[in-house]
């Protein structure tokens, strides 16, 4: 396979060349969101130069230009995605909003009392509270996948949770605490035999692995902008079709609607029913150019890549003496979740943040995998295809160091 270039690509991402307390940026807080290149930042800022306008609703040439370059998006999102029709992908503002949209309008409709809900220990809580809320309003059942103690789901145990109540499976492809991929695919088929519906939450899985819809196989599959190296503030629903248009709207105005009287709102069909009042248009178009710019690095690439990382920066934190690694499945992206003795998570992370490596620490709004694996928080480095080898070792050296101290003081 062609070399993969990590130098050149980091070129293509500013930020990178930032310095943080006089040192070099390390960026290893990808989980949380990731860097956006050049090309999405042009392209943004060509939006507000050349083609600003609201869309749809107007007959000059700004409408038009604003209106080819948001479907222009839509278009990128379907083939990035495999979905097999660009109706079928309705721009929200992230995975949150994503979940909570599936939750409310289709939950709505569906979910009534005596019925379940089946997630996963490992889910974000945006995975777990509009699930919640809605069991809660109907008297419905939230039922939880078990995982092992290496943070993988269970899977002889989910199939004893399913019944003729279950009406929805949602599920992460990937954990944002522990990095753990998700068998979706089997997950979905299950849920499926069952009677019930599956949604995939691909907030973690998008930037690290192909993502092919059509061969998950989920009646739902949600992801956030922002993880894509797209800016925030955008973010996906893809709905199978046959389910985008049995639901109800779940926002009502302006934009979603066909025609209205005091008496009556006739609803505009997908996705446009799902898109009520003006959309975050400039977003949605880096967003496109962000899956352009993915598709010219190779998504395979990127993949391939990050896993050598991964292996790398395991070995090397697992091996030292304090450390302990959180989340060690046989499958994972991206996240390397670890604590150390003698220290709070947080002083991992000022120590860290010192030498500018930026980590998150803390419960990664998923406490509910975190109390599984016996902890409250950890230290959360996660990778994209713009780091580097000698990266890792810069953080081992910081975490060695920390960790001798300790042991000599
Ligand atoms: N699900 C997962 C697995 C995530 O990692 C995140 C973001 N940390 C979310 C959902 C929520 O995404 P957003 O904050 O972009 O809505």
């Not at 019930?196 to 930037?207: E, M, N, P, T």
């Not at 898109?275 to 248009?281: K, L, R």
């Not at 450390?323 to 670890?338: E, N």
Request: one cysteine or more.
């Amino acid at each position: 396979h062609p070399a993969f270039d990590v130098h050149a690509v980091r070129r293509d991402f500013p930020i990178l060349q930032e310095r943080v307390n006089g040192k070099q940026l390390v960026w290893f807080d990808n989980a949380a969101t990731t860097h956006k290149p050049q090309s999405v930042i042009d392209r943004i800022a060509y939006f507000y130069e050349h083609e600003n306008s609201n869309i749809h609703r107007a007959a000059h040439e700004l409408a038009a230009r604003a209106t080819d370059a948001y479907e222009g998006a839509r278009e990128r999102v379907k083939k990035f995605i495999n979905a097999p029709d660009v109706n079928e992908v309705i721009f929200v503002r992230g995975t949150t909003e994503a979940i909570n949209l599936v939750a409310k309008s289709w939950g709505g409709q569906h979910v009534g009392e005596g019925d379940e809900i089946i997630v996963s220990n490992l889910e974000h809580h945006a995975n777990i509270v509009p699930w919640q809320q809605l069991a809660a309003a109907k008297g419905a059942k939230l039922r939880v996948i078990p995982v092992d103690d290496k943070g993988q789901v269970l899977l002889d145990e989910y199939r004893k949770l399913l019944n003729d109540r279950t009406k929805i499976v949602a599920v992460t492809q990937v954990s944002n605490a522990l990095g753990t991929v998700v068998p979706v695919k089997e997950i979905v088929e299950l849920a499926h035999r069952a009677g019930a519906k599956a949604l995939v939450d691909g907030a973690q899985s998008i930037s690290h692995m192909r993502v092919d819809v059509q061969d998950i196989g989920a009646d739902f599959f949600v992801f956030s902008g922002h993880k894509v190296f797209g800016p925030t503030g955008i973010g996906v629903v893809w709905g199978k079709r046959e389910v985008l248009e049995d639901m109800p709207p779940w926002q009502g105005g302006g934009n979603m609607i066909a025609d209205v009287t005091f008496e009556k709102t006739v609803f505009q069909p997908i996705p446009n029913k799902f898109e009520a009042g003006t959309g975050n248009i400039a977003d949605a178009v880096g967003l496109g150019a962000a899956i352009d710019y993915v598709n010219k690095v190779g998504i395979e690439n990127i993949a391939r890549y990050e896993h050598e990382l991964l292996v790398y920066g395991m070995q090397q934190l697992g091996a030292i003496p304090g450390v302990r690694l959180i989340g060690t499945a046989a499958d994972k992206a991206s996240v390397m979740s670890f604590t150390l003795a003698g220290y709070s998570t947080e002083e991992v992370g000022k120590a860290l943040n010192e030498e500018g490596i930026a980590v998150r620490t803390g419960h990664h709004c998923a406490q509910p995998i975190l109390r599984r694996m016996g902890v409250e928080t950890t230290v959360r480095p996660s990778l994209a295809f713009y780091n580097t080898f000698a990266e890792i070792d810069l953080l081992v050296t910081v975490v060695k160091r920390l960790a001798s101290a300790r042991r000599n003081g």
